[in-house]
Each structure stands twice: as C-alpha cells, then as structure tokens.
C-alpha cells in the first residue's frame, strides 16, 4: 500500500546563510556566496579557477567530545543540520531510537581533507614510525558513508542506513530514497539529506575537466552564469541540507508542523557516456517523475534545474523541460547563488525550492542577464515574483549518467 509522506523538519547549511532566514533574504535580495578560491599551497597554484561557493561565517557546534572524536568537517555539516531538523520535528527520543526511523544521507568522497593527510603521512614517510600518526578513527572520518553513520551515532538512530553517493545527485537519491522507505512502509520517518567540505581538490578535478569557471576569477559574484550567454562553467561550493520525512497519518496524529509534501521522485540512468550529459536520459527521468508524482506536466510551477553553468549541460537541460514540461513553469537555477555543493545540492535546492513555496516568491537565477537563444525555449525567472508556488520540480544529474528529479506540493 503508498503512503503520503510529508516533510516535518529542514535545516541547509549554505554560501548564502545558515537557516531559513538568511537563506530567504539572500534569495530575495540576490546575494552571491561565491568568493575567492583560498590558498593551498600544494593544490591552488595549479589550478585556473580563483572561485568558491564558500562557507565564512562561524557555526555553532555543541558536540559532545565522544561524538567529535569520529567527525571531519562534512559530518561536522551533516550532523548540524541532522539535529537542527531533529529539534524542529520535535520527534521523542524513544521513536528516534526504536529502529522506526531511519537515515538517507551522503557525500561524494568523505572527508578529503582528512584523506588528504592520510595519503601525505603514508607517501612521505621516512621511518615506520611516523605511520603511528594516523589516528584509529582516521578512517571513519573519511569513509563515504561518514555522514549516515554519525547521525546515527550523535542521535541513537537505529533504524536503516542508505548512504548515496553518486556525486551530485547524492542527496536527490537520500530523499528519493527515503522517501520510497516511508511511502512503502518500511520506515515511519526517514532523515535524508547531504554534505560536502571545502576542498580544492574537487576543483582540481573539474577544472582539469575544463568545467569550472574561469572568466569572472576578479568577480566572483558574477558567476556561475546558469542559462547565460557568457556561462564559462561551474563553481564548486560546500554545505549542507537535511530534511525529515514522515508518513503522513503518523505526523498528522502527533500534530508535526507539516511544511510539505513529497509527491514523486525517479531516477535512472543514461546507459552510456559517464561524463556527458544525454537528452534522451534526462528528457526520461522528468517523464518518469510526473508520472510518479501523477502530476499533469503543466500543474507544476517552478522547476529548480540543475544548471551547473556549463555549456552543453544547461543547453541539453533545457531542451528536456521544454520536451516535458513546456514554456509553463518558471524555471531558477538556484546554483547561481551557491555554487554547486556536490552532494549536498540536491538536498539544498529542494529546501531552497520549499522557502519559496512556503513564502510565496521565485527568486530569480542571478548572473543570467543574456540568455543563450539555445536555452530560450522555457521560462526564466530575472527577478523576484511574488508568485503562490503549489508544486515544483528539483532536477540534478550526476557524472556516472545518473539523473534524478524530486516533486513536492504545498501542503493543504
């Protein structure tokens, strides 16, 4: 039998804020969170691109020491906003520990910075000894699955463990998945989200890709360039998002505040090229979600696409929701403000994509001031509009071939 299920807590740790609060003003004034790159002194000096979707301002973590000691900066990340949606949902301690619900939460790599100075004490070292270095518990700092795991360590989950890590639709899966586990019955409740650190590592490799941007090092606010007829690539960015799912009749029974509904999600994947991104494979994915979501194509009103900014990506994107969706919807690229957060994006955009809902506007995709006739066929957005959003769509696709989308509807 489905279930609705029903989003009760949410929690983004952001380049533009911390919260919903600063998110939506960002959103509503169109701040950029890019900022330079900062210097690394193996790393940086090779690297074209001078641009970070940057996290710089301090956050409050009031960790007890047993839990730090297995925590780099991602789970840092994860494990706030896991307990800012856990303090929001107001769900007791017993039902967080009784196996009921269960967590859905990546990263792509774990804690490179970590792995970072596994790798440098191993390839440098003069004397066996100094392999003493590396800590018991350096490893589960850096595993992948890191994220997941200290959630439920800090919070007692006992119930299942998905930890996605398919790049950057790492934590689109974690809620799409999660979101299965309740509709199925197989969890009451499921905490999904995703997070990834500051790393220059992960620009190294796009930009030896030729996929980062390089044109605005000088201005960083001026890009990404979503949809833009100067677009020159991506910027990497870090953070972190978070949202608890609920089945519906059991958040309803113990009177959560229920902020949405999540009414569909599909993925698949292209079946070829790892790299490129394919029409026909997105064009399916967005079918497969409507038809899940059992939506009407023109019912939805905002698409959050994933648009990276780069140049054959943002085209291809746009011609698959002008296949599915038509010119109807009104389309954002939420990564204009950010940058791309990796594996938390998915998790990010849809909370971005839920303030917006619940407060009535679309934030315009800022950076597009002359959009490319190739991505023309569908519905910018290059202002703000007061607009009563109902049902939207968040779109990423990932390297690997692998495409997602998330539908979810103002609750009523």
Known sequence: ??????????????????????????????????????????????????????????????????????????????????????????????????????????????????????????????????????????????????????ITKMFGITG??????????????????????????????????????????????????????????????????????LRDGLVVGEGAGAVMLEEYEFAKKRGANILAEVIGFACNNNGGDLILPNLHGITETLKLGVENAKVNPQDVDLVSAHATATKMGDIIEAQAIGAVFGSHPYVVGLKSYIGHTMAACGAIETIMSLYMMQEGFIAPTINLEEIDERCAMIKHVQKVLQYPVETAAIQNFAFGGVNTILLIRKFS
């Open 160 to 229: 299942r463990v998905i930890s996605s890590g398919t790049a950057c639709t790492t934590s689109s899966q974690s809620i799409g998945y999660g979101y299965e586990a309740v509709k199925y019955g197989l969890q009451e409740a499921m905490l999904c989200g995703g997070a990834d650190e500051y790393d220059t590592i992960t620009v190294a490799v796009f930009d030896n890709l030729l996929a980062c941007s390089t044109a605005f090092n000088s201005e960083p606010h001026r890009t990404p360039r979503p949809f833009d007829k």
């Open 1 to 150: 039998m489905e279930r609705r299920v029903v989003i009760t807590g949410s929690s983004a740790i952001t380049p533009i804020g911390h919260g919903k609060d600063q998110i939506v003003e960002s959103l509503l004034k169109g701040v950029s969170g890019i900022k330079p790159l900062r210097e690394d002194a193996l790393i940086s000096r090779f690297i074209h691109s001078r641009v970070y979707g940057t996290v710089d301002y301090p956050i409050n973590y009031e960790f007890k020491r047993q839990h730090r000691k297995t925590m780099g900066p991602v789970a840092y990340y994860a494990c706030q906003v896991a307990k800012e949606v856990l303090e929001q949902t107001g769900l007791p301690e017993d039902f967080i520990t009784s196996g009921k619900m269960g967590v859905a939460f990546g990263s792509i790599h774990g804690s490179p910075s970590v792995q970072r100075d596994i790798y440098r004490i191993f390839f440098e070292a003069k004397e066996k000894s100094a392999y003493q270095t590396i800590g018991a518990v350096d490893y589960l700092k850096s595993m992948v699955h890191t994220t997941a795991v200290n």
